[in-house]
Each structure stands twice: as structure tokens, then as C-alpha cells.
């Protein structure tokens, strides 16, 4: 195995071996999008390495960004390498790729005078668990909601970081009014995206739908930088598929529209 560094022109397309493995995840659907948005910001919001089998076929990645590019619902000092996300397929697992990955990039953000390394870990079994970090010496910088803030020193102790406030409000006058952030960085929150789409056309005139791009500008806004709001309210965190986007919007769909008659039949009422 060995570790290359994806540049602009190279690499893009074999991006997300995470959503490549046999068998396919069923969220497989948003992977050309998700390869879109990559290619398209691959050196400015989006940094890559990626690790390939003795085949040349990728097997592992590590995303990360520079604190003053990444699209992290943080403010952050200059100087710091954010990791979004990091993975080894499977049939890979137990054979290094992972130390390699980590050596190597660890490496170049040294020799390019980074202070050091955040990630956002989670208590979630298979998606950047905190414990896998932990190990590799990070320490634990904030406890955010469930998860935690780690940092990993390179030539700093410790950095300055402050989370930025969540103020997504409802914005529309529909029943059911959808916010989505970003949300083609990962397959997942991708084929996430084009089940809402699907299922938000059928119900044309019930549901409104506003699609941003997470740049700079929005995250500060909103005060996060990913995901879908449904009436202001977070909703599909990991994979999900047409069914359920569809019952959670009806669900949301009956919420308000039943709290709109409350409310106008209290205006009635003596």
C-alpha cells in the first residue's frame, strides 16, 4: 500500500472509497455528487490523501481543510489542519493503511509549520469514534454535545477555538420549510439531498425547498456549517432513504398545519 496526496487534477474522481466497497452502501446514489462538490473544491475548502492497495485502487482517505478554508462551525486560529473525515475500507483493516495515512499527513502538515490538528469525534461506533483519535495521542479540547473537540500538537500545545452559535429559523411560509447547508461534502448527507428532492417534488406546494452552498459567509449566518432543517429543526443525521424523508416531512407537514389552526381558532374563541 502507499499514501499519495490528491492534487487539482489528479485523484478526484477515485475520491470516497468510503461509498465504493462491495457491497454497496445504499447511499451510494450521492456519490457523483459528492465527487462533483470534491473536484470542484479540492485545494480550497477540501484537502485530500488517499491511500491505495498494491492494485493502485483507493482504499482509505483522509479530508481535511486549513482552519482559515475549512467549512467547520468553528472560529479557529490560523495555522491548524481540520480533519472532516477519515476511513480504511474494511477488506483494508488491520494491515497499517490507517498509521500510514496519519504518518504521512502528519508529516506534510509539519513540514508546512502547522501547529496542529482538530477533529470533530464522535460516540458513534464506525464514524470517527473519539477512541480511534485518542489512541493516536489527540486530546480532548471541548466537549461538544455528544461528541468532543480533540486537537493533536504539532509545533502548539493547544490553539484557540470558539464553536459558533446554531440560529437556523424557519424562513418560509410553507407548511414544511427545508433548509439544506452544504450537505454534498459526504455520499451520505448527498443521497440524502436527492431523496428530499425526489420526495419535495411530489409534494409540490406543501413543501419549499432552499438549497445554499456552505461557504464562509453562510456558516457564520447560520452558525453551523452542514445539514438539512426541516421548520428550523435539524433532521437526517447519517443515512437515510426515500421513505423516511418522505414520513418526516409528513410529519412535520400534519405539526404544522395543525398548530396553524390552533392558533387561529384561539384567535376566534372568546
Not at 83 to 89: A, G
Not at 113 to 133: N, P, S, W
Not at 174 to 187: E, K, N, R, Y
Not at 231 to 260: C, D, H, Q
Amino acid at each position: 500500500m502507499k499514501v499519495c496526496r490528491v492534487t487539482c487534477n489528479v485523484g478526484s474522481e477515485n475520491a470516497y472509497p468510503c461509498a465504493t466497497e462491495s457491497p454497496q452502501n445504499f447511499w451510494a446514489d450521492g456519490l457523483p455528487l459528492s465527487r462533483d462538490w470534491f473536484a470542484e473544491n479540492l485545494g480550497e475548502h477540501v484537502e485530500a490523501f488517499h491511500l491505495h492497495d498494491d492494485h493502485g485502487e483507493v482504499v482509505g482517505h483522509i479530508y481535511w481543510a486549513p482552519s482559515n478554508r475549512a467549512l467547520v462551525p468553528y472560529d479557529i486560529e490560523d495555522g491548524v489542519a481540520c480533519i472532516y473525515c477519515e476511513w480504511v475500507q474494511r477488506g483494508h483493516r488491520g494491515e497499517g493503511g490507517m498509521h500510514m495515512l496519519f504518518e504521512e499527513f502528519v508529516d506534510y502538515l509539519h513540514r508546512r509549520g502547522f501547529k496542529g490538528i482538530l477533529v470533530d469525534a464522535t460516540t458513534i461506533e464506525g464514524y470517527m469514534h473519539q477512541r480511534h483519535f485518542l489512541k493516536r495521542g489527540f486530546k480532548i479540547l471541548r466537549e461538544i454535545g455528544d461528541g468532543k473537540l480533540l486537537y493533536y500538537p504539532i509545533s502548539q500545545e493547544s490553539v484557540w477555538v470558539e464553536p459558533l452559535q446554531p440560529h437556523v429559523t424557519r424562513e418560509g411560509t410553507a407548511p414544511v420549510d427545508i433548509l439544506v447547508i452544504g450537505s454534498h461534502f459526504c455520499p451520505v448527507g448527498a443521497s440524502a439531498v436527492l431523496s428530499l428532492r425526489k420526495v419535495a417534488a411530489e409534494l409540490d406546494g406543501l413543501v419549499h425547498v432552499r438549497e445554499v452552498d456552505a461557504g464562509r459567509n453562510v456558516i457564520e449566518h447560520y452558525g453551523v456549517a452542514d445539514g438539512i432543517y426541516i421548520n428550523g429543526k435539524a433532521a437526517f443525521f447519517g443515512p437515510v432513504n426515500e421513505a423516511t424523508v418522505r414520513e418526516t416531512i409528513r410529519k412535520e407537514e400534519y405539526l404544522s398545519l395543525t398548530g396553524r389552526r390552533s392558533a387561529v381558532t384561539s384567535t376566534i374563541l372568546p
